[in-house]
C-alpha cells in the first residue's frame, strides 16, 4: 500500500509541476528576450492574464485549442504593444507602465468575463494528449513526462532554439548589445528601437501563449485574476537565469513541483496541514533569491537611459 501512495505521490507531483511550471517557463523566455535587448517588461503578468482570456474565448467560440493559442499570442501581443510604444518610443518608466498594465489588464479582463459569462464558469473539453512511443509506458513517470499536449514539447524546442540564438547567432550578439551598449550598436548601423520594439513584442507573444496554456490546458476554464504571479516568477527567473534558457527551464520546474505539492500530498493521505504546504511555493522563492540573487545579472534597462538613438 505504501509503494502505491508513493507511486501516486509522485505521479500527482510530476503531472502538476509540468502544468504549473510550462507558463511560468514561456513567460520567463519571453522575459528573458526584452531583458536582453533592454527593456524590463513589469506588465508581463498583465499580457499573460489577457493572453489566457483571449485564448480561452476563442478555444471556447471556435471549439479549437490551436486556434485558442493563436488568440493567448495576439492578447499577449496586444498588451506588448502598448508597453512598446509607451517604454520604447516615448521613453516612459518601464516600471510604471509595466505595473500600470498588469493592473489595467486584470481590472479589463475581469470585467468581460463578466459581460461575457456572468457568474458562470464554462469549462473546455480535456485537451487531447501525445504519449511519446516506448517511453509513455514507464512505471510512475511515463505518463507524467511523456504523455502531455504537443504545446509542452513545442515549448521545450523553443527554448533550445532561443538557447542557440544566443549563443551562435548575429541576432543574440546584436540583442546583447541593444541592452548593454545601445550607443555601439547605433553607431554600428543598428536600430536600438526597432530590436527592442520587436523583443518586447516577442515577450507579449510568449506571456500571451503562457496564459492561453494555463487557461485551455491547465485550469480547462478562465478565471479572474487566475495567473496568481506567475508573470512576476517569470521575471524573477529571467533575472537569476543570467540569459541561460535552460535555468528557466529548470527554475519553472522547481517551482511548479512546490506548487503542485499540496495536491501531491493529499492524494498521497498525508496529514501536513494544507496552510503550511500552501506557503512552500513562495518560501522556494525567497530562498532562491537569498542563494542566487546576489549574482543575478540585472537587466540593462535598470541602469541604461533611453538615448535619442534608441527611440
Known amino acids: 500500500m505504501d509503494a502505491l501512495l508513493t507511486d501516486a505521490f509522485l505521479s500527482s507531483l510530476l503531472t502538476g509541476a509540468i502544468v504549473a511550471a510550462i507558463p511560468i517557463l514561456l513567460a520567463g523566455l519571453g522575459e528573458q528576450m526584452s531583458e536582453k535587448a533592454g527593456v524590463l517588461n513589469i506588465g508581463i503578468e498583465g499580457m499573460m ?33 502598448i508597453m512598446a510604444f509607451l517604454c520604447v518610443r516615448l521613453g516612459l518608466n518601464q516600471i510604471v507602465i509595466g505595473i500600470g498594465l498588469t493592473i489595467g489588464a486584470e481590472g479589463l479582463t475581469a470585467l468581460l468575463h463578466h459581460f461575457q459569462f456572468s457568474r458562470t464558469y464554462p469549462r473546455l473539453p480535456a485537451p487531447v494528449r501525445v504519449d511519446v512511443p516506448g517511453l509513455t509506458d514507464l512505471p510512475v513517470i511515463g505518463s507524467s513526462l511523456f504523455g502531455r499536449h504537443p504545446i509542452v514539447y513545442l515549448a521545450l524546442l523553443g527554448m533550445i532554439v532561443l538557447a542557440l540564438l544566443y549563443r551562435r547567432t548575429n541576432l543574440g550578439m546584436t540583442l546583447r548589445a541593444a541592452g548593454e551598449k545601445p550607443s555601439a550598436l547605433d553607431v554600428a548601423g543598428g536600430s536600438v528601437g526597432r530590436l527592442r520594439v520587436a523583443a518586447v513584442m516577442f515577450t507579449g507573444a510568449m506571456a500571451g501563449l503562457g496564459g492561453a496554456y494555463l487557461a485551455n490546458i491547465g485550469a480547462g476554464l478562465f478565471l479572474p485574476f487566475m495567473t496568481g504571479g506567475a508573470g512576476f516568477i517569470g521575471i524573477v527567473l529571467a533575472m537569476l537565469a543570467r540569459g541561460r534558457p535552460l535555468w528557466v527551464l529548470i527554475g519553472a520546474l522547481i517551482f511548479g513541483a512546490a506548487l503542485s505539492l499540496t495536491t501531491a500530498l493529499q492524494v498521497a493521505g498525508s496529514n501536513i496541514p494544507t496552510d503550511v504546504i500552501q506557503m512552500l511555493p513562495f518560501a522556494a522563492v525567497m530562498l532562491v533569491l537569498v542563494l542566487f540573487g546576489r549574482r543575478a545579472k540585472l537587466p540593462a534597462a535598470l541602469g541604461i537611459a533611453y538615448e535619442r538613438g534608441a527611440r
Do not use: D, K, N, R
Not at 62 to 75: A, E, K, Q, R, V
Open 49 to 81: 492574464l489577457m493572453g489566457a482570456y483571449i485564448g480561452f474565448l476563442v478555444a471556447f467560440e471556435t471549439h479549437s485549442i490551436w486556434l485558442g493559442f493563436l488568440g493567448g499570442i495576439l492578447g499577449g501581443m496586444m498588451v506588448s504593444a
